[in-house]
């Protein structure tokens, strides 16, 4: 495996010298292999091992394709046992989302609760990890669940920002940071970590599910938590929950501020991100959405930036050379690097362990709950109407009562082929534990909806062969087709001007007529921009009539919602309204 080396040092007379360097060839570098006393008694490693945003991936196995896939813990683990055996000195921690994901997750949140500690918390204690960070998905079940995981977990769970509602405390079921202590060459060397989560969960999250907790910006806990370990410690690690923030890239203020924490906490050596599933480290720089390099290295404000993807794809690795000289420990060194998964076993004591878990899942995903008359799929499903996301809309809008349905392409994988429906293919169709709202709007807010999701594409230009999408890093997820009205999107036009003909019933919309809309609690709470759009905050809401978990509880996630439609259609035919369109004004 390739690695990539550059060095820091908090030696005075060496940064000195960088820094005289540097300023005479007009930039400021890491040199890798000076020859200097302090660089050759570099030779004491200690190492950090990280996963992050496994979301519920036990084995190497995708529960929507019900194929083997290069991922999951057990596959992990047995990288763990080889990083160990080369150097006992390791600190194993997660960054976050675990409890929901696949199928797995989902089964063992909604449909079997028998268990005393979570499948995914057996592994880790099973793989002796030292923390846990929390991630805006343990959130999805409530508190009352999330507190019964936590009681399972053999290791701390940290979130230095979740706070007690009450108190404005660290809330008492978790810790906001902790301090390991390894021998090195005989004398205590001692590791801070402090987790952080993102503290937009509120945008997502109904508030039953995080009741009696408030999430304070990130940047201030870091500070204060910096503040009280920086001498009890020899070097700190953040571990935030959140991506590293990009100009003009979609995202709430307070979701990603990996960059923001670089800024404000430099006695920090390395910086865990995690949230937006992308491999940073030395070889993988930090991208905007244009792949055009933002951090080169991964190195944001001097402080290398560890990011192990998604899935457990990848097993992320910093290691810290270390020196004793005056009297403290020096880090002379840090390499950071991400091990792929893909083509290595999977530890057999992980799979013993997850072996009953991961039967009962398949097997409870190989119900059939009705038949096919036609095939179903998501084809260029950002660019027309298809089967999928006018079933999801069409059962959004009668169980919501709504006149009109909101809804997105989660999977462009997703397919329901004719024949058999099985309970694996709505799990593939619909991926995330959302609850069904609907809500009151106006015309004039029917258009400002349809003229965000119109910002989803770019602005096609004279010559253009193809329409581009993903603008401003905007998310599949996040581009919202509404049934109920006729609508285009002229491309050619800037955006804000794009709806052209939108009408209801055959008849224009006008500002003042008033609709009620279904759509998702992700949307409701923020997701995506459109209540901002709406003008709704989190002090101004818009009018509920209809909230699927108040009137259904736990059968009201819009997953057992589609499963109950079809399960009473028995046969399910395909249908395609064709009710938007998009032209490029040639």
Not at 145 to 168: M, Q, W, Y
Not at 411 to 440: F, K, M, S, V
Request: with cysteine; glycine share 6%; hydrophobic share 40%.
């Amino acid at each position: 495996m390739k690695k990539s080396r550059f060095s820091l040092t908090a030696a005075v007379s060496r940064r000195q010298f960088l820094r005289s360097c540097a300023t005479a060839a007009g930039v400021l570098f890491f040199a890798p292999h000076l020859t200097s006393s302090f660089a050759q008694a570099a030779d004491d490693k200690i190492k950090l091992l990280v996963t992050s945003d496994l979301h519920g991936n036990l084995v190497g196995w995708d529960y929507f394709t019900a194929k083997a896939a290069e991922l999951g813990l057990a596959k992990i683990s047995t990288l763990v046992k080889e990083e160990r055996l080369a150097n006992p000195n390791c600190l194993l921690i997660d960054n976050g989302d675990i409890l929901q994901g696949t199928p797995l997750d989902t089964y063992y949140s909604s449909v079997d609760k028998s268990w005393q500690v979570h499948p995914m918390f057996q592994a880790f204690n099973a793989m002796h990890y030292d923390a846990v960070v929390l991630g805006n998905h343990e959130f999805n079940y409530g508190r009352a669940f999330l507190e019964k995981v936590i009681a399972g977990s053999a290791c701390p769970l940290l979130s230095a920002n979740t706070l007690d509602a009450k108190t404005g405390r660290c809330w008492s079921r978790l810790k906001p940071y902790i301090i390991k202590q390894f021998t090195v060459a005989g004398r205590p060397l001692r590791v801070g970590l402090i987790g952080l989560t993102t503290s937009a969960v509120p945008n997502w999250e109904n508030p039953a599910n995080f009741s009696g907790l408030a999430f304070e910006d990130q940047i201030a806990a870091a500070r204060r938590y910096v503040a009280e370990i920086k001498d009890k410690t020899d070097l700190i690690i953040l571990s935030s929950h959140s991506g590293v923030e990009i100009s003009g890239e979609e995202s709430f203020s307070n979701e990603n501020q990996i960059a923001a924490l670089a800024a404000a906490c430099p006695e920090v050596s390395l910086i865990i991100a995690g949230h937006k599933h992308q491999t940073l480290d030395n070889d993988n720089p930090v991208r905007d959405a244009n792949r055009n390099v933002v951090y080169d290295r991964s190195l944001i404000k001097n402080k290398p930036v560890l990011e192990p993807n998604c899935w457990g794809k990848f097993l992320g690795t910093a290691e810290f050379g270390v020196v004793w000289q005056d009297g403290r420990w020096q880090i002379s060194s840090i390499q950071t690097a991400n091990r792929p998964t893909k083509d290595v076993v999977e530890d057999e004591e992980i799979l013993q362990l997850a072996k009953p878990y991961h039967d009962a899942t398949v097997a409870y995903l190989n119900t059939t709950i009705a038949k096919a008359s036609g095939d179903f799929d998501a084809v260029n499903g950002t660019l027309q109407d298809t089967a999928l996301v006018s079933l999801i809309n069409r059962i959004q809008r009668q169980v919501g009562h709504a006149q009109l349905s909101a809804a997105a392409t989660f999977n462009p994988e997703a397919r329901i082929t004719r024949g058999d429906i099985r309970l694996q293919n709505i799990y593939a169709l619909y991926i995330y534990e959302n609850y069904l709202y609907t809500i009151q709007i106006s015309g004039a807010q029917l258009r400002r909806y349809l003229e965000h999701a119109a910002t989803f594409y770019k602005q096609v230009q004279p010559g253009d062969s193809a329409i581009s999408t993903n603008n401003h890093g905007m998310r599949d997820y996040n581009y919202d087709m509404i049934q109920g009205v006729d609508y285009t999107f002229d491309l050619s036009l800037p955006e804000g001007e794009r709806l052209q003909a939108l009408t209801f019933n055959g008849a224009p919309v006008s500002d003042s007529d008033t609709f009620t809309l279904a759509l998702n609690n992700y949307r409701y709470n923020g997701g995506g921009g459109y209540m901002a759009a709406l003008g709704f905050d989190a002090t101004h809401r818009p009018t509920v009539l209809f909230d699927s978990q108040k009137n259904f509880g736990d059968q009201g996630q819009l997953r057992n919602l589609i499963i109950n439609y079809i399960k009473e259609q028995q046969t399910l035919a395909p249908v395609i309204y064709d009710n938007w369109h998009l032209t490029t004004g040639q």
